[in-house]
C-alpha cells in the first residue's frame, strides 16, 4: 500500500507556499540521507521544516512523491545535465571531451557537497534500490548517460548501443562511484590521494589515461582497430 495518496502540490496562490515546498524538499533530503526511505517518515520531515504535520501530503502527494523529487533534485545538484552538455557537446576531439567529462565527475566526487545530503541519498539509492529508482533513471540517468555514450561511441567509432560502449562506460563511472560512496577516512586509507600533492587536474587527467588507454585495448582485441 502506498505511505500516501496523490494530491495536487498546487498551492491555491498562498505567498508562502513556494518558500515551504523548497524547506520541505531541503528537510526530506536531510532526513532520507540519515534514515534511508524505509525508515523517514513525513512527520520528522515536516518538523524539520518548521511545518505543520499535513504539509507533506499537502505539498507533494506523500512521502514517496517527495521522496521521488529528493531523488531527482539531488542528482541535478550534483550532475547538472547543462553542465554535463556543455562538457561533452563541443567541437573538440573526443578524447579531450572525455577528459573534461572524466574533471567534472572528479571535480564532484571530492568536493564538499560529496558529504552533502544529495550524495548520501543517491549513494543510498544506488546501493539499495527503492521501487522508486526508475523515475530517477527515466528522468536523470538516462539523459546524462545518452551524453557520456555519445562521446564514447565516437572514440570507438561504434554505435552507443554497443556492448564494448557500456563496458568502456563503467571503466569512468567505478572509480568516480568508490571515491564517493567510500567514507573521506577510508579513501585516504585505501588511495592515499593527498589533497596537496594530486590535484584534481592530475588526478582526472590519470583518470583519463586510464580509461583511454582500456579503450583502445577494448577497440583493438574486439573489433580489431
Known amino acids: 500500500m502506498a505511505r500516501g495518496s ?3 502540490s498546487t498551492v491555491g496562490g498562498r505567498p508562502d507556499g513556494a518558500a515551504t515546498r523548497a524547506s520541505l524538499l531541503e528537510a526530506a533530503g ?3 540521507a540519515e534514515s534511508g526511505f524505509d525508515r523517514a517518515t513525513a512527520k520528522e520531515i515536516a518538523h ?4 505543520n504535520a499535513a ?4 505539498h507533494f502527494g506523500g512521502i514517496e512523491p517527495l521522496y521521488e523529487e529528493v531523488l531527482a533534485e539531488a542528482h541535478r545538484r550534483l550532475v547538472n545535465y547543462q553542465d ?23 571535480g564532484v566526487v571530492r568536493s564538499e557537497s560529496s558529504a552533502s545530503w544529495p550524495a548520501k541519498v543517491i549513494v543510498r539509492e544506488l546501493i539499495a534500490p527503492t521501487p522508486h529508482f526508475e523515475k530517477l533513471r527515466r528522468e536523470e540517468l538516462e539523459p546524462k ?18 556492448p564494448l560502449v557500456a563496458q568502456a562506460a563503467l571503466s569512468i563511472m567505478a572509480p ?18 593527498d589533497r ?18 582500456g579503450i583502445a585495448q577494448l577497440v583493438a582485441a574486439e573489433l580489431g582497430g
Do not use: W
Request: glycine share 6%; with cysteine.
Open 55 to 58: 504539509a507533506v501530503n499537502y
Open 145 to 162: 548517460k545518452a551524453l557520456i555514450f555519445g562521446v564514447i561511441s565516437h572514440i570507438m567509432g561504434v554505435a552507443p548501443d554497443h
Open 48 to 51: 524539520r521544516a518548521g511545518a
Open 84 to 106: 554535463l552538455a556543455r562538457v561533452v557537446s563541443t567541437d573538440q576531439d573526443p578524447k579531450d571531451r572525455l577528459r573534461r567529462l572524466i574533471g567534472l565527475l572528479v
Open 30 to 32: 536531510a532526513v532520507f
Open 176 to 193: 568516480c562511484f568508490m571515491l564517493l560512496i567510500a567514507e573521506k577516512r577510508l579513501t585516504e586509507v585505501l588511495t592515499p590521494l
Open 6 to 8: 496523490r494530491r495536487s
Open 196 to 213: 596537496a600533492r594530486v590535484s584534481n587536474e592530475t588526478l582526472a587527467d590519470r583518470l583519463a589515461n586510464f580509461t583511454l588507454g
